[in-house]
DNA sequence: TATGGACTTCTACATTTGTAGAAGGAGAGA
DNA sequence: TCTCTCCTTCTACAAATGTAGAAGTCCATA
């Protein structure tokens, strides 16, 4: 079975995309990447939508792993309603954001590729498993911490790491924030995720209930 | 002078970029969108890098009058210390942000995909000064509300919010969220903005509540 | 050993794309 | 009126790309 073969190609066409973009991503560019013989990824995925459709699954599934993986701290019996527990909580998602913008850096530049790519190809919505699945965790975890709107502030939350994520890789960040890979990235992560914990799993005081 | 031409031929391609990604940005996919006679673009911006460059530089210009425009509040002698102010404040943003995901929606889903393409291409990284723009602004308010290292709170503050915006235009939040443009997602973004603004500028509520 | 089938590699080819330059046109100044 | 110059439009063309199918290789089983 060449499920080996499907594997290396996907990987290599996430390394593509991460280097090169979306517009980078040709048959050609994956065999090279790969250091196969041209016209494998040809035969492998027929056309190119199989081939981004391969990246997107593949994706989803690596986050969903690293996720599932990730969320010891709440299944350790640990409360995010102590102080120390919110800060080794957030230390966890840090040192998790840090190996996703260091080690990982590939995968994520893919990913967020993929995602611009899904606003305007909606079969490609898979990706946004990704989204929901940290949302879910993250819900569950404010809830225990007995946030009032959970859900709602679960869904904020989310965005609000992702954003942090982001921000470093392909944002400002990318050029004044701590060095990804290091301990004083992961530091600054920590200070940043225990505030946003902090605030959405707190107590919050009055906030408007109504927009403009 | 053809400067209108030129900038119906950035605003075209902005508007392709946001259709149709990176991949397709071309020459003559920008005449199409402009009504304009094939081979306008290609005169007007011999490589495609040009056009990237024009497009980037115009980005940075629209972003950078939105926010000169949109500090007001902190010039008006609004302080971020009083409750109402925050929520005022909060709200001020949430409206820019709901304009940049429903009428502006083209232009911030083109930046992110120059912010990508920056990854790989140094020469566009001016396009980051919109991010060390709205950053110094936000580390001036949240130096004058008393933060403790405004630099800092400012970074991430600004990298949350920018998570709020992309999570509703090309995350989850795309599927979940109220709609850009409604009542509905301003309020929500009020009080995600409040709770961070309130939780960056140091009045994160005291988390001693236990249990439920 | 021979054969069938799967996997692999190579080649072909129509399109699309980037880029350059030629052709066309309109207005200012001699 | 003629001409020069600038802007516009059109055309050409090499390179790259997506996709299909042919040719080649390997291995298990009859």
Avoid at 1 to 9: C, E, G, S
Avoid at 105 to 124: I, K, M, N
Avoid at 167 to 189: E, H, Q, Y
Wanted: hydrophobic share 45%.
């Amino acid at each position: 079975m060449p499920t080996d073969r499907f594997a290396a190609l996907t990987d290599a066409a996430i390394a593509v995309l991460a280097e090169r973009g979306m517009r980078g991503l040709t048959h050609r560019a994956v065999d090279t990447r790969a250091a196969l013989p041209q016209g494998t990824t040809s035969a492998y995925f027929r056309t190119r939508k199989a081939l981004i459709e391969a990246v997107v699954r593949r994706l989803a599934d690596l986050d969903r792993a690293d996720l599932d993986e990730a969320r010891l701290p709440t299944e350790a019996g640990m409360s995010v309603t102590a102080i120390e527990d919110i800060d080794a909580f957030a230390a966890g998602i840090a040192a998790l954001l840090d190996r996703w913008m260091s080690t990982e850096r590939d995968r994520v530049l893919a990913r967020y590729a993929c995602l611009l790519e899904a606003t305007h190809h909606p079969e490609l919505r898979t990706i946004l498993r990704y989204g929901e699945a940290s949302r879910a965790q993250s819900t569950a975890m404010l809830a225990a911490a007995g946030a009032r709107h959970p859900e709602q502030a679960g869904a904020h939350l989310v965005a609000c790491i992702d954003g942090l994520l982001f921000d470093r890789l392909a944002g400002a960040g990318s050029s004044s924030a701590p060095a990804p890979g290091t301990a004083a990235n992961r530091a600054d992560l920590t200070i940043a995720i225990a505030t946003l914990l902090r605030a959405f799993a707190g107590q919050r005081p009055e906030v408007a209930t109504s927009g403009s």
